[in-house]
């Protein structure tokens, strides 16, 4: 059993053993994550989303989650031999297929330091600046690959998007991921400053999520919610994220409502 599975895709882990070449993601990884730009990138694109908008978490803590679960879906699809083409496509090696999504998890909302609304086709300029400064610098890429690099991770970007269709397993991946950050953490920020939109209370009704290995799917992912509002962001947001993603007959999605006295919803399958 690899980490992934012990804890239920909640975190990446670099020394666990994937379905996949992870060298160049785990060489990549550290400084992604501590590049001063993209950490005060993460920071401030949370302001129009949460301060001035009252909408759930689209800052540090969801990028996190998104690049954790995305990576665990990919690992766990690579297991059940999904073939990705992003990067094939591309002549370019099995290995950027991880720094791909990698890298598009961790840029996909930048664009919300413009404006919350059509924030998607914001990020995509931000994005490639970024890219450009970080694909050099990372050791691994020519100037051609650099190029080819830039192109599957802004498309992975555009296709979070649900008004996009993912031309590329790679970007299928980070529009499922994006969607799996529904647990009720995300939204503690809006509902304790009193908000009760549907997006605040269906994801308050999310106790937890996990993705593993499924049976007769490559994943399974299991929801548990604690009243009926978590259908919302079952049934609603996780459906639509998932309907034209490509990956619609690799994942099997289960939610099931843990609190005896609230019934009127028992069960989800997708």
Do not use: W
Request: hydrophobic residues 40%; charged residues 25%.
């Amino acid at each position: 059993m690899t980490d992934a599975d012990q804890t239920g895709g909640r975190e990446y882990e670099p020394a666990a053993a994937h379905n996949f070449p992870d060298e160049r993601l785990n060489a990549i990884l550290p400084d992604l994550l501590s590049d001063p730009e993209i950490t005060t990138y993460l920071e401030a694109q949370n302001v129009n989303a949460v301060t001035r908008k009252g909408y759930n978490d689209h800052g540090t803590k969801h990028v996190e989650i998104v690049r954790n679960r995305a990576l665990n879906l990919y690992d766990l699809l690579k297991g059940g031999e999904v073939g990705f083409n992003g990067a094939r496509d591309q002549d370019l090696d099995e290995a950027d297929e991880p720094v791909i999504i990698a890298l598009a998890a961790t840029l996909h909302d930048i664009g919300h330091v413009v404006h919350r609304d059509e924030h998607v086709y914001y990020s995509i300029p931000l994005a490639a600046d970024l890219l450009d400064r970080l694909l050099p610098e990372f050791g691994f890429y020519d100037a051609s690959e650099a190029v080819r690099m830039k192109a599957e991770v802004l498309h992975a970007i555009l296709c979070h998007h649900t008004e996009e269709d993912p031309l590329t397993t790679e970007a299928g991946v980070i529009r499922v991921a994006d969607a799996l950050d529904m647990e009720r953490g995300r939204s503690r920020i809006p509902y304790e400053k009193g908000g009760r939109g549907i997006n605040t209370l269906s994801s308050q009704a999310i106790e937890s999520v996990s993705l593993r290995p499924g049976d007769g799917s490559p994943v399974l992912v299991e929801i548990e919610m604690v009243n009926a509002a978590g259908v919302y962001q079952v049934d609603n947001l996780l459906k639509a994220k998932l309907d034209g993603s490509g990956l619609e007959n690799h994942i099997r999605i289960v939610a099931v409502n843990t609190k005896a006295e609230d019934r009127l919803v028992e069960r989800i399958e997708l």
